[in-house]
């Protein structure tokens, strides 16, 4: 056998068991987690690594890896592990997901037959702005489709404004220092404190506006899903060709927005900031 081939394929072996060895730590990993949560509230490292056969070593390593992403905190008072609230932020952003996308899903409909444009329910995530529901109208007319699960341009769409001006300013700083700035049109904000100028402005009034910041010939709106206490659930959106975004027709899809974000949000039982 050629000397390329024998390397290719000592190669090929080192990458499969690496993975492989990823994937068992990765399980050993869940294992820990699910045990915790099971026989919690807190465990020592040899109660841990007795009751799931795993060697001590092993779980104190994959404890303080998990402990870095603060899916497990160690007891000041003790020196044992527990699950960090991390997991309970991702449980409640879970449930809320759901929550939204089924209460809001005929809101849309209905946002998307009275705009005759396409519709779309948009929630933060880390490190940046997902797509969660999306409802087209038999009139859509625009060439950029975001999917169900797909990121938005958190920084030229409608509904990513709409989410990165109630977000918290460390979090905001972090997508844009991930994603950064990129230029689609003329018409794109690509400079940081232009873009937190915008996003001011959309807090003060409570809509964002997205004016052929994507793409050239398509523009839009969005308004905040907000609970009582002014916290960010969501972000509804309406986007069109931009000769149906002008002047009076503006002015209706702004108020539509802000009332189907209004409605949404006393759908879900957390009222709307006032």
């Known amino acids: 056998m050629p000397l390329d081939s024998i390397t290719r394929r000592k190669r090929a072996q080192k990458r499969g068991s690496e993975a492989s060895g990823s994937s068992k730590s990765l399980q050993k990993a869940l294992r820990i987690l699910l045990h915790m949560g099971e026989y919690g509230p807190e465990l020592g490292v040899t109660q841990v690594a007795s009751a799931l056969d795993l060697n001590k070593a092993t779980v104190h390593r994959l404890l303080n890896a998990m402990e870095n992403f603060q899916l497990i905190e160690r007891s000041p008072d003790s020196e044992r592990y527990r699950l960090g609230l991390k997991l309970h932020d991702l449980g409640t952003k879970a449930i809320e997901s759901r929550t939204l996308r089924s209460e809001a899903h005929r809101f849309l409909v209905e946002m998307a037959r009275r705009s005759n444009e396409a519709v779309s329910l948009a929630v933060p995530d880390r490190g940046g702005v997902v797509c969660l529901d999306r409802v087209d109208s038999p009139q859509t007319m625009i060439s950029v489709r975001t999917v169900v699960g797909a990121r938005f341009e958190a920084h030229c769409t409608a509904v990513g404004k709409a989410v990165l001006a109630y977000l918290p300013k460390e979090e905001v700083s ?101």
């Open 174 to 274: 972090e997508i844009l220092a991930a994603k950064g700035l990129r230029r689609f049109t003329l018409h794109t904000i690509v400079r940081v404190s232009a873009l937190n100028k915008n996003l001011r402005q959309v807090r003060e009034r409570g809509y964002s506006l997205d004016r052929q910041e994507l793409e050239r010939g398509l523009s839009g709106v969005a308004a905040p899903v907000l609970t009582q206490n002014g916290r960010l659930l969501a972000a509804v959106g309406i986007a069109g060709p931009t000769v149906r975004f002008q002047g009076r027709e503006l002015d209706q899809q702004i108020a539509l927005a802000k009332e189907i974000a209004a409605r949404i949000s006393a759908s879900v039982g957390e009222g709307v900031a006032s």
